[in-house]
């Protein structure tokens, strides 16, 4: 190894935030030098996309968590805001850097990446990327012609048939060094992530502990307790879901820990680890980290997922209310109807209890989640960028690949969507997978009173309508 060893090692992190299974911290504590580990909270660079604002709530406890787990082993965690592509130059000059480390993003954002590692080598720093955020890299699942999947279970199937890398073990404080003087560092605080007036986040708080033990112990929990009634998961009174996603979004803990920890072997990992009852539904849980892997994929080659349809004749679909790039109603007419979306308002249980569980948590059940989808979608005709920007906004576990992915599914314009005459009635989805009602009783207490309003719009007209719309587009598109 050439150079002074106490040029340190830079570890930039983003949606990465943890120690164990993270290859650029391992491959920069390998080096022996001291080591700066630094977040950069970047709102203006080419292809970021700003966070909403439960997403920020999240960041601020997941970058407080870190910091005090980076103190037990008698470093810290540095600080600093600004565009990554002009903080990190002069964070490497700063500091008389030897390397820098980070684990790869997918999002248009990549580019500033590339752009780094470029001018960063031109200077005569080591610059290295890992991967470190998903099980396989979006290049390495290619169809037989080379080409991106554009179906789901074709592009898990030959997921399936590549080996996992292992998962790396945190790093002792016996294996890290870091410099004599701290780098300056932000405050936190200054960042103003955390709502204030109002502060809304209480049931954020009640729900949620940011983080990479919380998230560990979410795993841990739902293998022991909820994952043997994993396969009643599209009932939304039923705790049976893994609560991971938002810890995933973060990089509190990796694809590949949740893969091993449920299909690995030896002592206290895969089915060893298991109740018997849990085994049957780990292939459909893990299935789930297939999906996000497959949106990650279709976000690495369609940058713009999030505005443009990934099948552009449905840019064609006349919507009875458009949005602007950011995802805001350009229609005053139709401000009212988004606004009883929003708020849990519409007179539609099922959709008025799904999205003030949202309101109340950052999250909501997964069924649910399409139910008031297609809701907004195929009952309002309001274009689907709308909805997207708000779950944007209020989600904890909002995702930049996730989030449209799933949106543009519901709305029949993404890859392996569903059928555009699928409308999901949410009285019947109801009945189906909340029969009982409690799901919708706990979320809106005043159901079956005069406080309650009534539904804002017939669902079987409005489905009408709307398969109208959509087989014009389709036999528009055909022309």
């Not at 600093?80 to 790869?104: C, F, I, K, T, Y």
């Not at 809106?444 to 398969?467: C, N, Q």
């Amino acid at each position: 190894m050439s150079g002074n060893q106490n040029q340190p090692s830079v570890v930039w992190l983003r949606n990465d935030l943890r120690l164990a299974d993270n290859p650029a911290l391992t491959a920069a504590a390998s080096e022996g030098r001291p080591l700066v580990v630094v977040y950069i909270h970047d709102e203006t660079g080419d292809g970021i996309r700003p966070l909403g604002a439960a997403s920020k709530w999240w960041l601020h406890h997941s970058l407080t968590a870190l910091d005090a787990a980076l103190q037990n082993l008698g470093g810290q965690l540095t600080l600093r805001h600004g565009p990554a592509a002009q903080v990190m130059p002069a964070l490497v000059d700063e500091l008389g850097a030897a390397s820098v480390h980070w684990n790869r993003r997918y999002t248009a954002a990549r580019d500033i990446d590339a752009g780094l590692k470029t001018s960063l080598r031109e200077q005569g720093l080591a610059v290295e990327s890992h991967q470190g955020n998903l099980l396989n890299e979006p290049w390495h699942i290619r169809n037989g012609q080379g080409e991106p999947y554009k179906v789901f279970t074709p592009y898990w199937r030959a997921a399936q048939d590549r080996p996992v890398r292992d998962a790396l073990p945190a790093p002792t404080a016996a294996e890290l060094s870091w410099p004599a003087d701290s780098p300056a560092s932000d405050d936190l605080a200054e960042w103003s992530l955390l709502p204030t007036r109002p502060d809304w986040a209480d049931g954020l708080r009640e729900t949620w502990t940011p983080g990479e033990a919380g998230a560990l112990d979410r795993l841990e929990s739902f293998v022991a307790d909820r994952l043997a009634d994993y396969h009643r998961r599209d009932e939304p009174s039923v705790d049976a879901t893994s609560g991971l996603s938002p810890h995933l979004r973060f990089g509190e803990i990796s694809s590949a820990q949740i893969w091993h920890r449920l299909r690995g072997s030896g002592s206290g990992s895969g089915s060893a680890g298991i109740p018997t009852a849990a085994r049957k539904n780990v292939a459909k849980f893990l299935s789930e980290i297939g999906w996000r892997e497959f949106s990650t994929a279709l976000l690495f080659d369609n940058p713009r997922l999030a505005t443009d349809s990934y099948r552009p004749a449905y840019n064609a679909f006349p919507w009875g209310y458009t949005v602007d790039e950011l995802g805001a109603v350009d229609e005053p007419a139709g401000v009212s109807e988004v606004e009883a979306w929003r708020r849990g308002r519409t007179g539609i249980p099922l959709v008025d209890a799904g999205m003030r569980e949202l309101w109340h948590t950052g999250t909501m059940h997964n069924r649910v989640r399409m139910v008031v989808a297609s809701f907004l979608i195929k009952n309002l005709l309001i274009d689907w960028r709308a909805g997207e920007q708000w779950f944007w906004d209020t989600l904890v576990d909002a995702d930049e690949a996730s989030n449209p992915a799933n949106w543009q599914w519901v709305a029949g314009s993404g890859a392996d969507a569903a059928p555009y005459f699928r409308v999901f009635n949410p009285v019947l989805q109801q009945k189906k997978f909340d029969p009982t009602g409690a799901y919708v009783s706990y979320w809106i207490p005043e159901l079956g009173t005069d406080a309650y309003p009534e539904p804002i719009v017939d669902l079987a007209e409005t489905r009408r309508e709307a398969l109208e719309a959509y087989t014009a587009v389709k036999a528009a598109a055909a022309e």
